[in-house]
């Protein structure tokens, strides 16, 4: 499977810039990186994924390094509702298709 | 969201007892897939279907089946529910394998007690 690490937590100020991380040197070159949320106990909400080049949507930005060992999703103008779990996910390498989920980054967005 | 729901939203079951939750979706996406969520262990994929009557094991598949026999429904089963399969269940869907979203539906919470 696609293993990958992101921070436990990450604190960011409301108006700021979130900048999550994530290395997932597993990755093999035809994977797609992707980008989930979880808000309390709803279902996860899907922000964005990339394969080698950045992309940007209404919600986010993902920055992809050239050797595809890790990514930052960049959250530009965060607030107080971004506050969630993150999930940084490659697919799952039985399946072919679902992905694995991880532990995330739960992010805290501050007044 | 997305056109999935997932029924019931809430169940408290006894210990042995035969439970089944249902996954429908209005998007005719040929995949769907069932996770349990759980503290300290974020999602697990437990089924996951590529087609009608075509399903496959996840990670963590022991005490459950799936079934689907029309594209809109997947059905999980626990032939007989333990307290270890208390955990919030999530359905997802997908139209293709890859380079596309899943979307999820809001969860079922089950309770074994």
């Known amino acids: 499977d696609a293993k990958t690490t992101q921070p436990t937590s990450m604190d960011c100020a409301e108006g700021r810039a979130a900048n999550l991380p994530c290395n997932h040197s597993t990755i093999s070159g035809n994977e797609y990186v992707y980008w989930y949320r979880q808000i309390h106990s709803q279902g996860p909400q899907y922000i964005i994924h990339g394969l080698k080049n950045n992309e940007t949507n209404e919600m986010a930005s993902l920055i992809i390094t050239e050797d595809r060992k890790s990514s930052t999703l960049i959250l530009p103008h965060a607030t107080l509702r971004d506050t969630a779990v993150y999930y940084c996910?490659?697919?799952?390498?039985?399946?072919?298709?679902?992905?694995?989920f991880g532990k995330g980054t739960s992010l805290l967005v501050t007044p | 969201d997305a056109g999935i729901t997932q029924s019931p939203r809430h169940k408290v079951t006894e210990t042995g007892t035969p439970v089944t939750l249902r996954c429908h979706q209005t998007?005719?996406?040929?995949?769907m897939y069932w996770y349990r969520q759980d503290p300290g262990h974020g999602l697990r994929l437990i089924h996951y279907?590529?087609?009608?009557?075509?399903?496959d094991k996840g990670e963590v598949s022991d005490g459950y089946s799936v079934s689907r026999s029309k594209t809109e429904d997947f059905l999980l089963t626990l032939e007989s529910a333990t307290s270890s399969q208390t955990s919030v269940y999530f359905c997802a869907i997908s139209e293709v394998s890859k380079g596309t979203a899943l979307h999820f539906g809001n969860g079922t919470r089950l309770t074994v007690t």
């Open positions: 998007e005719n996406h040929r995949y």
């Open positions: 996910i490659g697919p799952n390498s039985n399946s072919g298709y679902a992905l694995n």
């Open positions: 279907s590529y087609g009608v009557k075509d399903t």
